[in-house]
Each structure stands twice: as C-alpha cells, then as structure tokens.
C-alpha cells in the first residue's frame, strides 16, 4: 500500500509472504476440522509478531497501531478465523493487561502471551449481556484472599484452550450498572471451570467456547485494574479493537476480491471470459472503491491512535464502514463464481461464512452508529 512508510511497507510484505505460505494451503482444512493451529502463537512469536505494537518491557517488539492493523489484515487474507484468534490474544486479552494491570501483574502474564508461551482469551459476553455491557451477571463475591465466580460466558474466542482468560465480573452493586464490573485473570485449569465448544456458520479455526464458573477460586491480586471500575478501565482497550476489527475485515474482503478477479479472467461464457462482460467489471470496480475507501478509514484511524489522539468515533467508522464492506464483497464474489462459488471445496463460500460476525464484534454495527451520531450531536437523544 503506497501509505506505508518503507518499513511498514517491508513489514507487511513480509506478512504476507508468511500468510500466503504457511496458513493459507492449510485454511480450507483448519476450517473442515473446526480447529485452530494453536501452534502458530509460538511460530509468531518467534517471529516478533505477537509483539508488535507491546513495550520492549512488557516483551514486545515495538511498533504500533498501523503495524498491528498490517499484521491482522494479511493475516486475515489468508485465514480470517487464525486471524481472529491472534486478535483476541493479542489485541484484546494482551492489550488489557499492557494498558491497565498493575506491575506485578502484568509482569507475571504479558510477557509469556507474547512470547507465545501461553494463549489468551477476552471472556465477556453472557446469555443476557451483549451490546448492553451493563447487564452482565457473572459474580465475583470476596471470599478471604479470593474471589469465587459464579455464572456463564457464551461466543468466547479461544475459549477452549486459552491458558488465561480476563473475565469479566460483577464484584458489586447491581446489574444495569458500569460501576461494579471487574476484570479478573483466571487460569484455564482453575477447579470449577469447565468449557463447551460452540458450533457456528464460519470463522471456524477461531474455536469459540461456553465457559461456566461454579465457585472458581481466583486470588484477589489477580484484578486489572481497579476494583469495580475494572472494565470502564479497559473501554478505551476494546474502542481501539474495532480499528483492529476492522483490519481483519480489510483481509478478508481483500482475499475475496482477489478470488473474484482470478475467477473472471479464467471462466469463459459465450466464447470470452467473464471479465469481458462490462457488468462484471463494473462489480470488480465497485468492489475495489468499497474496500479501498475502507482501507483509508482503517489506516486513518489507526495513524490517529499512533499519535496517542482520541480516536473513538474514527475507530467506530472504521468498524462499521469496514465490516460491512467485507460482507458486500464477500457476497459479490460468491456471486460472480456461480455455482462453483456455492461448494465446499471454494474457497469463497469460506470468506462468506465468516464475514457476518464482524459486524457484530467489538459491538454491533447498530451501536457504531449510535456512538457516531452521539458524537455527531453531543450526545442530543430524542
């Protein structure tokens, strides 16, 4: 991408080269198996990748949002399920802890996740609490030097296998409140945890678990960050997700289009490929400017975090510009493959599977443009 310094630019390239070789070949299996290639965390962070955009302190590499957007976007051309796992790891459960856990804390766990030692998962949603942050019921209640959880996670990506999973907890007041909601690090082997693998429509390497806590014990010097005030801490952790969330919209939508564009220079109809018909190529066309126009939005949003300024609405245009950018693409390009498009063994019905979580993620698009016409009007609300 011209955009990209020359390091960047050297960066992704590299990326790509690794994407295009070592998970690509393997996606369309990784998918049929419902598996993910936990292998691949130690292999990236070999590679430094894991690090990318974490302190030298904390174990990582340097960079910053813009590497961290290239890293997750060429992984996601090759596999936006493997994407989606390092993306949790790394930008969500990793990200929470760089930025909001005390010392000690932090020091005991982040440089293991990103030395690849260790995975991570971000374990919020429940059966009641989705868009709504405020209703989640999972308790956290103090029992001498520990807390014991009691309740149910439902969609947690990496859940099956993660080593240390941020929970969050109701450690005070009443559900329909922020104030009252903690962060907590549990270890996967903590007794009176137990997992459920979750069937769903795409993203299939990213293994998503139902995780139930029945008077897990978790010690009281495991909080990140502040009593009850926990996950409003991490908010601003979770607002720059959806840059990232858009990054691997931008991968798969690339993959897609690039599947659309080998396709209709090789099938022929009525003695010439498809890309001779002008109604195709103008489908190719708007395919392009849809992802490019959400490529600059990601990329600014990103180059806005980089310079340590807010970026909360820019990160949510980018979010929802992208991820729906993705699904249109994804669609169009299954369209363009006919029946082929339609069968297992393509790959584009994989890139329309998985495209439709991402509008969901990191908060519906729904809330997006809630939060941009809030910004829009100043909160003003009928």
């Not at 195709?280 to 340590?308: E, I, K, N, P, S």
Request: net charge negative; aromatic share 6%; with cysteine.
């Amino acid at each position: 991408m011209s955009d990209l310094g020359a390091e960047q630019e050297a960066f992704r390239v590299e990326v790509a080269r690794f994407a295009a070789t070592e998970i690509a070949p393997h996606a369309g299996r990784w998918d049929i198996e419902d598996r993910y290639p936990t292998e691949l965390f130690a292999r990236l962070a070999r590679l430094g990748w894991l690090g990318v955009g974490f302190a030298e302190e904390d174990g990582g590499c340097g960079g910053g949002p813009v590497e961290r957007c290239i890293l997750i976007e060429e992984l996601a051309r090759a596999s936006a399920g493997v994407a989606l796992g390092i993306y949790v790891h790394t930008a969500l459960a990793a990200a929470a802890l760089a930025d909001v856990a005390a010392p000690a804390l932090r020091g005991r766990f982040l440089p293991g996740l990103l030395a690849g030692q260790t995975t991570a998962a971000w374990a919020y949603a429940e059966p009641d609490a989705g868009a709504d942050v405020t209703r989640v019921r999972l308790a956290a209640r103090r029992d001498g030097g520990d807390y014991l959880l009691d309740g149910s996670k439902l969609y947690i990506t990496n859940g099956t296998f993660a080593d240390v999973i941020l929970v969050v907890a109701r450690t005070g007041d009443e559900p329909g409140r922020l104030r009252g909601l903690s962060v907590l690090v549990v270890d996967g082997d903590t007794p009176g945890l137990t997992r459920r693998p979750m069937a769903k429509v795409g993203m299939h390497p990213a293994e998503l678990a139902e995780l139930h806590f029945d008077g897990c014990p978790v010690p009281a010097d495991r909080l990140v960050g502040d009593e009850d005030d926990g996950l409003r801490q991490c908010l601003p952790v979770l607002s720059r997700g959806r840059v990232y969330g858009g990054a691997l919209a931008l991968g798969l939508a690339g993959a897609a289009l690039d599947a659309a564009i080998t396709h209709v220079a090789r099938r022929e109809q009525f003695g010439a490929p498809l890309a001779a018909l002008q109604g195709v190529r103008f489908t190719l066309a708007d395919m392009a400017a849809r992802l490019r126009a959400a490529r600059a939005l990601v990329y600014g949003a990103a180059t806005t975090l980089a310079a340590a300024r807010e970026a909360g609405t820019d990160a949510s245009i980018a979010k929802l510009v992208a991820s729906e950018a993705a699904t249109w693409i994804a669609e169009r390009a299954m369209h363009l493959h006919g029946a082929h498009g339609f069968m297992l063994d393509s790959a584009v019905q994989r890139y329309y599977r998985d495209c439709k979580v991402l509008e969901y993620g990191e908060g519906a698009n729904e809330v997006q443009r809630e939060l941009i016409a809030k910004a829009l009007t100043g909160g003003f609300r009928p």
